[in-house]
């Protein structure tokens, strides 16, 4: 799996914290719900008792008896007789009422009763002053309570204003009632205000036309009238909010909650509301941020309403319900849109309380503050994962481009065609980067140094090889004996030559393969080479051989024995190039340096000095810049110097200095 994947997958596990938040915030949703509902029920039976004196004395209404419901206003009305101000009017309702039956509206501000009567009459006959007794269209409206009867006559001459006239006082005009009389096409319309009848009123409506004779309006319940009997049947009982019980339940309501009572016919007689509280964002002052978090906020309120119960369906602002189909208590949704909890409380007479409490504000409760948290914790940890992939991609790309360029720098057999480009960074890629480019050039000088070892084996055993062909080739011609023991005795030195070569790699091989087993150690560098020295010059009476030095408190970590095998070749070969009675001399001091010590082990020898060309390569095998005279040397001793040396993790080097020549290796020291 790529680095990018395992990353989307550690960045998708970060989702599970939205994941608990959003679970968290479901349970706090329906503990809240559950606390609500136990809250709403101590409220709504501490409403009811306190609505039950301003229900008193109040007939209820019941349930088959023909009702005109009056639906509050809160607004002025014009009485001119277009009803462009009733709710629910509509122009092209309005313009043409053949076809249809006679129908009667109310509204009331608690002070008055607003009336709109409507008419079909394709051609209706005014009321002609100067012939009163010649028929015409007109209105007869009464309004009884209890015993007591009045009534009005509504005429006109003329669309345009009128004024009740009462036929108990000889048609003297009562301007309690007044209003406006309009055509419309396929009939006319009324507008009537009159002074609000009192609780348990009942009112009549009768229609008198010329053409048809008399005409009674008798409303159903829905408030359409149909045009039936000469006379009535029966009066509509007026039936409207009571407002002295709206302002008590007004007052005891909290934002976002409404309460309602219902008659047991389904009337509603007090409704009253609170908005909720929380301010609407305006969406201009919004920051981008502030934005995303209101819709994440949204998101989050939906995913709460899809996990909570289906809501029953309530009719919205509906001036008649359906008792029996109402719930007591839970959630229900209603047609004008919004979610509600309600709860519901009987009344005396079978009326019902019913409050309800908006979800809004219960999310407000459980999602504001959360749901922030969530929501911003959401977008934190997309743009986290964003980053991780972003990073993923860069890293991918870093790791790719790493290994194109090791790709590039190895050809198909091995063999190094290029150095790597430099690599710049503080981090572990870098490093990365670093070491392959440090070990690409230590494989191209072990490339390079095995190219120059081939070649000088091959120089050093051409010649011996030679020397033994034609020793071999000679011997075949020789005719005396004193030639032929000549060139047994070439071919001889010449395979003495060859295994001394043999035995020269053998040695340094092994001594390679001995750095796998040796055991390292802690030891006093001053000491070995203090005591090593004193051996040297007992062992060479003809050299003056002496160490210059601390003599201990130089510790170092490695193998004693392989340092003293150091400093055997070295002073071997000092030896070879020192005359005698000359000077040899071992040194030992502190490197310059930080840190951990670092010591500097160093040869001198008078009276020789280094070629310069041959300075960097005499560690190399095979070099050797002594006479020919020196029969057998393969020039190995340096070559193993410098193996042991950079098995302890030091370095070599050999320069001319005043008065002949130092060989140094810095070892490092411990602490």
Same mark, same amino acid.
């Given at each position: ?68 419901? =009056? ?152 408030? =359409? ?165 972003? &990073? ?53 000088? &072990?490339?390079? &140094? ?85 051996? &040297? ?36 070969? =000092? ?97």
């Amino acid at each position: 799996m790529t680095l990018k994947r395992q990353l989307l997958i550690a960045s998708l596990l970060m989702l599970l914290i939205p994941w608990a938040g959003l679970q968290f915030v479901l349970d706090l949703d329906n503990a809240l719900r559950e606390q609500a509902i136990h809250q709403l029920n101590n409220q709504v039976a501490r409403m009811a008792t306190e609505a039950r004196p301003a229900l008193a004395g109040i007939p209820t209404v019941p349930g088959g008896h023909p009702v005109l419901y =009056a639906e509050p206003v809160t607004y002025p009305m014009r009485m001119d007789g277009y009803a462009d101000e009733w709710p629910g009017y509509e122009e092209e309702e309005s313009t043409s009422l053949s076809g249809r039956t006679a129908e009667w509206h109310a509204l009331t501000d608690s002070r008055h009763l607003f009336l709109l009567i409507r008419v079909p009459h394709g051609q209706p006959r005014y009321y002609d002053p100067g012939a009163p007794a010649r028929p015409y269209e007109h209105l007869m409206l009464q309004q009884q309570r209890n015993d007591q009867l009045e009534e009005w006559e509504i005429r006109t001459s003329g669309p345009g204003a009128v004024t009740g006239l009462d036929p108990g006082q000889d048609w003297r005009e009562d301007y309690r009632v007044t209003g406006g009389w309009q055509g419309v096409a396929g009939g006319y319309q009324v507008e009537l205000r009159l002074p609000m009848p009192p609780a348990g009123s009942q009112l009549g409506l009768r229609i008198f036309s010329p053409r048809a004779g008399e005409l009674t309006a008798n409303p159903p319940a829905h408030g =359409a009238y149909q045009v039936s009997e000469p006379l009535p049947t029966g009066q509509p009982l007026l039936v409207s909010r009571i407002t002295g019980l709206e302002r008590q339940l007004a007052g005891q309501l909290t934002g976002g909650q409404q309460a309602t009572v219902i008659e047991s016919s389904g009337w509603v007689r007090g409704r009253a509301a609170r908005a909720a509280e929380e301010p609407v964002p305006e969406f201009d002052l919004l920051s981008p941020l502030q934005i995303v978090e209101q819709i994440a906020l949204n998101g989050l309120r939906q995913l709460v309403r899809w996990h909570q119960p289906e809501p029953a369906v309530m009719p919205d602002r509906a001036s008649r319900m359906a008792t029996a189909d109402l719930p007591r208590e839970g959630l229900v949704r209603h047609t004008g849109g919004g979610d509600f909890l309600l709860v519901s409380q009987p009344l005396a007479e079978g009326r019902l309380l019913v409050l309800e409490q908006s979800l809004d504000q219960l999310l407000t409760l459980s999602g504001n503050t959360l749901g922030r948290v969530i929501s911003r914790s959401t977008l934190l940890v997309i743009g986290l994962m964003l980053v991780l992939l972003g &990073y993923a991609s860069w890293l991918s790309w870093r790791i790719t481009r790493l290994q194109r360029a090791v790709n590039a720098s190895v050809d198909d057999d091995g063999r190094i065609i290029a150095a790597m480009p430099k690599v710049r960074g503080r981090d572990e890629l870098a490093d990365l980067g670093r070491h392959f480019a440090q070990m690409v050039d230590r494989v191209q000088g &072990y490339n390079r &140094y095995l190219e120059s070892f081939s070649r000088r084996l091959s120089h050093e055993l051409k010649t011996p090889v030679a020397v033994v062909r034609s020793s071999l080739e000679n011997l075949g011609h020789a005719t005396s004996e004193v030639d032929r023991n000549n060139y047994i005795n070439r071919a001889s030195r010449a395979t003495d030559r060859l295994s001394q070569i043999l035995q020269g790699m053998s040695e340094a091989a092994r001594l390679e393969q001995s750095f796998d087993h040796a055991e390292k150690e802690t030891f006093d560098l001053a000491e070995v080479v203090a005591q090593a020295t004193a051996a &040297y010059q007992q062992l060479d009476p003809g050299h003056r051989i002496r160490y210059q030095g601390p003599d201990h408190g130089c510790p170092c970590h490695g193998s004693p024995e392989l340092i003293v095998q150091l400093l055997d070749k070295l002073v071997d070969n =000092a030896r070879d190039f020192t005359p005698a009675g000359a000077r040899i001399e071992t040194r030992l001091s502190a490197a310059a340096g930080r840190g951990a010590p670092t010591w500097e082990l160093a040869v001198f020898n008078e009276g020789s000095s280094l070629p310069e060309h041959l300075a960097s390569e005499i560690f190399s095998p095979f070099v050797s810049i002594r006479d020919t005279g020196a029969d057998g040397h393969l020039g190995q001793g340096l070559l193993i110097v410098r193996l042991i040396a950079e098995h302890h993790g030091g370095q070599v080097s050999a320069s001319n200095v005043a008065g002949g020549v130092v060989f140094r290796v810095t070892l490092p020291g411990t602490i």
